[in-house]
Every structure is written in structure tokens, then in C-alpha cells.
């Protein structure tokens, strides 16, 4: 079975690039936006150059996959759904037999949140192409939020515009895990959702960094312009500015609060919590 990867140099590509590479009877062709460093995959796999942007080259990479794992594209939001229609369109043109995609637990046109509606538009394209496919809506990756928790370990507080929103942190191996599992399985022609074991709150996921860090840091629901207006005087790139803000709004809705057991039914293990991940990057 010859299953294709996309995002391969990245850190959720590349953990499943590792896992499917480890299966036998599987050959894995990596797909990468540029000639990946010597080391960072496993010998077993085939590295492919395609950028999402190249058509022809998306098309030649794919060229007798049985399989594709789709890891979503990145950046603004506009150039990831062409990235997204280019990706689809040659899957379509190689008759991939089934196309594993990676999409959001928000995934929904009428979301706030810019990449929600970008992955469930991407949803529709491949629900539309006709291609089999099964869909992993991912809840946030624990380890992209430890960005802001990481840098509330420095302050003492975790101030952001989240009120009293929950969110299923989910860790991004639990996610490589699971599209890995979808990927050596048959098209199941819908969505699985892809959370944490727990639904937590800011205060909560905050009193978890404070004890596995023993240290002080404490939540501080701040205002949308608060917020905006100080990440905007950090020098953050605006692109991430309009990304994050319209998420903590999405977060406001509860939008990324659900729980789901669809992990454990794909691979038969549990979810990573908080604490595990925190624990071992400490
Ligand atoms: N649920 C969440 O919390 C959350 C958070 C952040 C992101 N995401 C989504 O999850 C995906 C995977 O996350 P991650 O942490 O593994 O991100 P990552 O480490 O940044 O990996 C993304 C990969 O996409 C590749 N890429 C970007 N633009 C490309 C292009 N034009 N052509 C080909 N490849 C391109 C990058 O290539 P290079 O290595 O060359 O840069 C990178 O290897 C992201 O792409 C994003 O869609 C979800």
C-alpha cells in the first residue's frame, strides 16, 4: 500500500510519516514544500518535493498513491484554500483511492475563526470531488497552546480573550496517531473528532501549568481590544494578529469544548492530557 503525506516536514506530517513508515506491507512518499534536511525522515520513505502552489508537481507526487494523508496548509487563509483546492483537484486527477484530510473540531463557515471556515469549505470540496475520504477535525493541539502558556510561566499570568470558554487540548501526536490509523483503514466517508480527554477552561488549564511547573500562573480573561491591541504593540506579524484574535473568539463560543471518544475507538489507546505533555517538555 502506498500511502502519500503531506506537510511531511512538519512536526504533525512528520510524526505520521514515522509511524505509517514503521508498518509493513506500507511504502511512504513524504511530500515536502522543499528538499528535506538529510535525517528528518525516516530511510524508508520517499521524499517528493510538491508545493501546495504547484499543480503539476502535486499531481506527479501523488502519481499511484493508494492513499493520501492530507495535512492542512498554513498561513492566510485565502492562499490555504487555493493550497487546499490544488491538493483535492490533483488527488482527483490521480484517483486516490482514499484521502485521509485533517480538519478542525470548528470546522464551519458560520465560525468567527478564519481557519474554520477554510477547513470546513475544504470539507465540502472533498465531500463534493467525490473522492472516498475520511475527515480528522482535530481539536487545538496542546502544544500550540503552550505558546501562551509558556510565556504566562514567564508573567504569572495567562491573559487572554477567552472568557470562560472550554477547549479539548489535544495532543499533536494523539492527531498524527489517528490520522495513521485513518490512513491504513477504509474511507469511512465522514468526520472523526479528534480531542483531548478533557474539557478545561483557561482557569483550569492554567492551575494544571502552575503544578506541573510549581509555579504561580493564574488566568486573566482580558477584552478583545485589550488583547489585540497588545499583541499588536509585541510585534507579532499581523497575519497572526487577525488569525489568533477571531480563535479566541471562536474559543468564546465554545466552539473547541467537546470531548469525544472517536480517539480511542480509531487506535484503542487514550488521549494525552494537559499534564502528560507539560510533564514531559519540562
Ligand atoms: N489544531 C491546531 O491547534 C492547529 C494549530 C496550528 C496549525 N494547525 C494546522 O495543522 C497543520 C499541521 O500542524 P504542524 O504543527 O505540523 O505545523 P508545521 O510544523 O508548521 O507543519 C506544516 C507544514 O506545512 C508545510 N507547508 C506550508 N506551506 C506549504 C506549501 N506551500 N507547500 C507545501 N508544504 C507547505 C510546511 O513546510 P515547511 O516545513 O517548508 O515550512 C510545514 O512542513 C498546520 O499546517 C495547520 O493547518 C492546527
Same mark, same amino acid.
Given at each position: #500500500?502506498?500511502?502519500?503525506?503531506?506537510?511531511?516536514?512538519?512536526?504533525?506530517?512528520?510524526?505520521?510519516?514515522?509511524?505509517?513508515?514503521?508498518?509493513?506491507?506500507?511504502?511512504?512518499?513524504?511530500?515536502?514544500?522543499?528538499?528535506?534536511?538529510?535525517?528528518?525522515?525516516? $530511510? @524508508?520513505?520517499? !521524499?517528493?518535493?510538491?508545493?501546495?502552489?504547484?499543480?503539476? +508537481?502535486?499531481?506527479?507526487?501523488? %502519481?499511484?498513491?493508494?492513499?493520501?494523508?492530507?495535512?492542512?496548509?498554513?498561513?492566510?487563509?485565502?492562499?490555504?484554500?487555493?493550497?487546499? %483546492?490544488?491538493?483535492?483537484?490533483?488527488?482527483?486527477?490521480?484517483?486516490?483511492?482514499?484521502?485521509?484530510?485533517?480538519?478542525?473540531? *470548528?470546522?464551519?463557515?458560520?465560525?468567527?475563526?478564519?481557519?474554520?471556515?477554510?477547513?470546513?469549505?475544504?470539507?465540502? #470540496?472533498?465531500?463534493?470531488?467525490?473522492?472516498?475520504?475520511?475527515? +480528522?477535525?482535530?481539536?487545538?493541539?496542546?502544544?500550540?497552546?503552550?505558546?501562551?502558556?509558556?510565556?504566562?510561566?514567564?508573567?504569572?499570568?495567562? =491573559?487572554?480573550?477567552?472568557?470562560?470558554? %472550554?477547549?479539548?487540548?489535544?495532543?499533536?501526536?494523539?492527531?498524527?496517531?489517528?490520522? +495513521?490509523?485513518?490512513?491504513?483503514?477504509?474511507?469511512?466517508? =465522514?468526520?472523526?473528532?479528534?480531542?483531548?480527554?478533557?474539557?478545561?477552561?483557561?482557569? *483550569?488549564?492554567?492551575?494544571?501549568?502552575?503544578?506541573?511547573?510549581?509555579?504561580?500562573?493564574?488566568?486573566?480573561?482580558?477584552?478583545?481590544?485589550?488583547?489585540?491591541?497588545?499583541?499588536?504593540?509585541?510585534?507579532?506579524? $499581523?497575519?497572526?494578529?487577525? !488569525?489568533?484574535?477571531?480563535?479566541?473568539?471562536?474559543?468564546?463560543? @465554545?466552539?473547541?469544548? @467537546?470531548?469525544?471518544?472517536?480517539?480511542?475507538?480509531?487506535?484503542?489507546?487514550?488521549?494525552?492530557?494537559? %499534564?502528560?505533555?507539560?510533564?514531559?517538555?519540562?
Amino acid at each position: #500500500m502506498r500511502i502519500a503525506v503531506t506537510g511531511a516536514a512538519g512536526r504533525l506530517g512528520g510524526q505520521v510519516v514515522r509511524l505509517l513508515a514503521d508498518r509493513d506491507g506500507v511504502d511512504v512518499v513524504a511530500m515536502t514544500r522543499r528538499p528535506p534536511p538529510g535525517g528528518l525522515l525516516p $530511510p @524508508q520513505a520517499q !521524499a517528493v518535493v510538491a508545493d501546495y502552489a504547484e499543480p503539476a +508537481a502535486l499531481r506527479t507526487a501523488l %502519481r499511484g498513491a493508494d492513499t493520501l494523508v492530507f495535512v492542512s496548509s498554513d498561513g492566510p487563509d485565502a492562499r490555504m484554500l487555493l493550497h487546499h %483546492r490544488n491538493v483535492v483537484a490533483a488527488a482527483a486527477a490521480e484517483r486516490v483511492a482514499h484521502v485521509v484530510a485533517l480538519s478542525s473540531v *470548528d470546522a464551519d463557515a458560520a465560525s468567527p475563526f478564519c481557519y474554520a471556515v477554510v477547513n470546513r469549505l475544504t470539507e465540502d #470540496m472533498l465531500l463534493g470531488s467525490g473522492l472516498p475520504c475520511s475527515i +480528522a477535525r482535530a481539536s487545538l493541539y496542546t502544544e500550540f497552546f503552550e505558546g501562551w502558556l509558556t510565556e504566562a510561566r514567564a508573567s504569572g499570568l495567562l =491573559r487572554l480573550p477567552a472568557a470562560d470558554g %472550554r477547549i479539548s487540548l489535544v495532543a499533536r501526536d494523539d492527531v498524527a496517531r489517528a490520522l +495513521a490509523a485513518l490512513a491504513v483503514g477504509e474511507p469511512t466517508g =465522514r468526520h472523526h473528532d479528534i480531542t483531548g480527554p478533557v474539557s478545561a477552561d483557561l482557569a *483550569d488549564i492554567a492551575s494544571v501549568a502552575a503544578e506541573v511547573w510549581e509555579t504561580p500562573v493564574a488566568y486573566e480573561d482580558i477584552p478583545a481590544g485589550t488583547y489585540c491591541a497588545e499583541t499588536a504593540a509585541s510585534g507579532l506579524d $499581523p497575519w497572526w494578529l487577525y !488569525a489568533f484574535s477571531p480563535l479566541f473568539a471562536s474559543v468564546r463560543e @465554545q466552539r473547541w469544548a @467537546q470531548v469525544q471518544g472517536d480517539y480511542a475507538l480509531l487506535t484503542g489507546g487514550l488521549p494525552l492530557a494537559l %499534564r502528560d505533555v507539560l510533564t514531559a517538555h519540562r
